[in-house]
């Protein structure tokens, strides 16, 4: 081999070399409402399919060990630290992460909101899974299909301050006099996405109403809670569970009767969805009502003018096919 060859070569190797740290990997965070929650691993997932597909991006998965907006602000004070280029948070809270995420904004670092949103002025946009009337909708007539005479239900909610479940929550409420007149809704508490809490709250409901035909949990956490209590406390066929539940971790409440239906979209489309929008705004594109952005495979989305949108639909699961998507997530 003669020198000039050589030389070549090296220059090569180190033009390689000098290139590799150069790629401005993107460094994308997924900060959840807790850890430990299998609808945020599922998001998780499909956040890293997102990487994959688009290339060179690094998902930093975190989110506190309790879902309370105090443990999430210590996360994104840490965030900023690091310089991340972009976070995308379901929040605990609407407003308590305004200030930290409004640094994050001024350091130049990309803040979106998706599932549980933050107050307009602490993000760029905000992806809901789905359209909040239709949500706040679909969980009461879950219910009410199987509640042909009408009856008393009580909702179990994630955390008091939790947007995403307020918000379905209130859209509920408001259709309930005209479109579901005979479902008697007599109480709302709160199991902070805990397993423990979520159960005795489920316990409370039980024991404080005894003519409760059924238990709505808009959380993938509550609704376990809630229908193993009712399968501890030998009430199937007496208080239907519904909600929204992970297929995977719920078929076993369709299979045994606790449940009769219940629905979500798709978890891992939507942290799919999550590093697409992350992505185009880092690369530069402007999240202002009207404008469109792509979420890949899933679509693509366009900002009404609060800079949100809604992802997709909720499906029904029962008996027909929790199994088929309880294999997926
Ligand atoms: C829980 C969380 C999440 C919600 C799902 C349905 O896992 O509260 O925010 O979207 O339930």
Request: hydrophobic content about 45%; charged content about 20%; overall charge negative.
């Given at each position: 081999m003669n020198v000039f060859k050589t030389l070549l070569m090296t220059t090569a190797v180190a033009a390689t070399m000098l290139a590799a740290p150069?790629?401005?990997?993107?460094?994308?965070?997924?900060v959840v409402k807790s850890l430990g929650n299998g609808f945020f691993d599922a998001a998780a997932k499909g956040a890293e399919e997102a990487a994959k597909e688009i290339g060179d991006i690094e998902v930093i998965y975190t989110g506190p060990t309790s879902a309370t907006a105090e443990g999430q602000i210590e996360i994104v004070n840490s965030?900023?630290?690091?310089?991340?280029?972009?976070?995308?948070?379901?929040?605990?809270?609407?407003?308590?992460?305004?200030?930290?995420?409004?640094?994050?904004?001024?350091r130049g670092i990309k803040v979106i909101s998706w599932d549980s949103g933050v107050a307009p002025e602490g993000r760029m946009m905000h992806l809901n899974p789905s359209d909040t009337d239709?949500?706040?909708?679909?969980?009461?007539?879950?219910?009410?299909?199987?509640?042909?005479?009408?009856?008393?239900?009580a909702i179990l909610s994630a955390s008091s301050t939790a947007t995403n479940q307020n918000a379905w929550i209130d859209a509920a409420k408001e259709m309930l006099p005209e479109k579901f007149p005979n479902i008697n809704l007599v109480a709302t508490v709160y199991g902070d996405d805990d397993s423990v809490k979520s159960?005795?709250?489920?316990?409370?409901?039980?024991?404080?109403?005894?003519?409760?035909?059924?238990?709505?949990?808009?959380?993938?956490?509550?609704?376990?809670?809630?229908?193993?209590?009712?399968?501890?406390?030998?009430?199937?066929?007496?208080?239907?569970?519904?909600?929204?539940?992970?297929?995977?971790?719920?078929?076993?409440?369709?299979?045994?009767?606790?449940?009769?239906?219940?629905?979500?979209?798709?978890?891992?489309?939507?942290?799919?969805?999550?590093?697409?929008?992350?992505?185009?705004?880092?690369?530069?594109?402007?999240?202002?009502?009207?404008?469109?952005?792509?979420?890949?495979?899933?679509?693509?989305?366009?900002?009404?003018?609060?800079?949100?949108?809604?992802?997709?639909?909720?499906?029904?699961?029962?008996?027909?096919?929790?199994?088929?998507?309880?294999?997926?997530?």
């Open positions: 150069a790629m401005a990997q993107e460094r994308i965070a997924l965030l900023i630290a690091q310089n991340v280029d972009a976070i995308a948070i379901s929040a605990n809270d609407p407003d308590a992460l305004v200030p930290a995420l409004k640094k994050a904004m001024s239709l949500i706040g909708e679909t969980i009461i007539k879950l219910a009410a299909d199987y509640l042909p005479e009408g009856g008393d239900v159960t005795n709250e489920a316990k409370g409901l039980i024991a404080t109403y005894p003519d409760l035909k059924a238990i709505i949990a808009p959380t993938t956490v509550g609704v376990v809670a809630a229908a193993q209590v009712v399968t501890d406390e030998d009430l199937i066929g007496k208080v239907n569970v519904t909600g929204l539940a992970l297929p995977s971790e719920f078929k076993q409440f369709i299979d045994n009767g606790a449940s009769q239906a219940v629905a979500l979209w798709n978890p891992i489309d939507l942290g799919y969805s999550a590093v697409y929008l992350s992505h185009e705004l880092i690369e530069g594109k402007e999240a202002e009502p009207g404008a469109t952005f792509s979420i890949g495979k899933v679509g693509e989305i366009t900002l009404d003018d609060t800079n949100s949108a809604p992802m997709a639909a909720p499906f029904t699961f029962d008996k027909s096919n929790i199994e088929e998507f309880s294999k997926i997530y």
